[in-house]
Nanobody, 127 residues
Framework: QVQLVESGGGSVQPGGSLRLSCAAS????????MAWFRQVPGKEREGVAG???????RYADSVKGRFSISKDNAKNTLYLQMNSLKPEDTAMYYC?????????????????????WGQGTQVTVSS
């Protein structure tokens, strides 16, 4: 059974940093594309950062230069390093996994592309 479990969320002041983790089990992360999404109540889930099965990465414009996505295939774990956090980054963050290669951001950031989802971890940025 495939399972994704996020951790690392919390409360932080503007300008601070957090690192989210997504531990995958039930499959091997190698060969899968994975991504981080976020959602606030009343809004659609939006793609934040993605990593293709070949290791190439893509980012939403709103987080470029501040967030970094990485994947440790040996640990079957996906990470999202978030720096220079802003209040508008406040959301529930989800990781997702899909078999195969997505390529461009328009597909990598599409929720319907993904087969598996975690339960989410809350990130709150506030002074």
């Amino acid at each position: 059974q495939v399972q994704l479990v996020e951790s690392g969320g919390g409360s932080v002041q503007p300008g601070g940093s957090l690192r989210l983790s997504c531990a995958a089990s039930g499959y091997t992360a190698r060969g899968y594309s994975m991504a981080w999404f976020r959602q606030v109540p009343g809004k659609e889930r939006e793609g934040v950062a993605g990593i293709n099965s070949d290791g190439s990465t893509r980012y939403a414009d709103s987080v470029k230069g501040r967030f970094s996505i990485s994947k440790d295939n040996a640990k079957n774990t996906l990470y999202l390093q978030m720096n220079s956090l802003k209040p508008e980054d406040t959301a529930m963050y989800y990781c997702a996994a899909a078999r195969g290669y997505a390529g461009r951001w328009t597909l990598l950031s599409r929720p319907s592309f993904y087969d598996y989802w975690g339960q989410g971890t809350q990130v709150t940025v506030s002074s």
